[in-house]
């Protein structure tokens, strides 16, 4: 058991520090999966996106804590459409909670509309 602890806290410090080095990071739960498949393709936005970014309404940053550091509600999400599914991320964007709706493509993902 000893030796097993002591394997266990070196395995710890050594993929911690790993994953600072090189920037991966280790997603095994969904809400984490789900935010870095969208994270790792091309982002659109759509019309409604845009009319908030242009008035100031909604900025990078904010959309940058709901990719990143969203809740993904799974029960309100669709996630067995095809060709796109569709997820809703709940966050703060502007001091207030905010639901953003993404839609999932195989090759995009499309940032449709924020409800706040």
Same mark, same amino acid.
């Given at each position: 058991?000893?030796?097993?602890?002591?394997?266990?806290?070196?395995?710890?410090? =050594? %993929?911690?520090?790993?994953?600072?080095?090189? *920037?991966?990071?280790?997603?095994?739960?969904?809400? /984490?999966?789900?935010?870095?498949?969208?994270?790792?393709?091309?982002?659109?936005?759509?019309?409604?996106?845009?009319?908030?970014?242009?008035?100031?309404?909604?900025?990078?940053?904010?959309?940058?804590? =709901? %990719?990143?550091?969203?809740?993904?509600?799974? *029960?309100?999400?669709?996630?067995?459409?095809?060709? /796109?599914?569709?997820?809703?991320?709940?966050?703060?964007?502007?001091?207030?909670?905010?639901?953003?709706?993404?839609?999932?493509?195989?090759?995009?993902?499309?940032?449709?509309?924020?409800?706040?």
């Amino acid at each position: 058991m000893l030796g097993l602890s002591v394997g266990l806290v070196f395995l710890t410090f =050594f %993929l911690k520090k790993k994953t600072e080095e090189t *920037g991966t990071e280790f997603c095994y739960f969904p809400n /984490c999966r789900t935010l870095k498949d969208i994270r790792s393709k091309s982002i659109s936005y759509s019309d409604e996106i845009n009319e908030l970014l242009i008035s100031q309404v909604l900025d990078s940053t904010d959309i940058d804590y =709901f %990719l990143n550091d969203g809740d993904v509600d799974f *029960g309100k999400s669709d996630t067995k459409s095809e060709p /796109c599914k569709v997820y809703f991320i709940e966050g703060i964007a502007k001091g207030k909670n905010a639901v953003l709706r993404v839609r999932n493509c195989r090759s995009e993902a499309i940032l449709e509309n924020i409800l706040f």
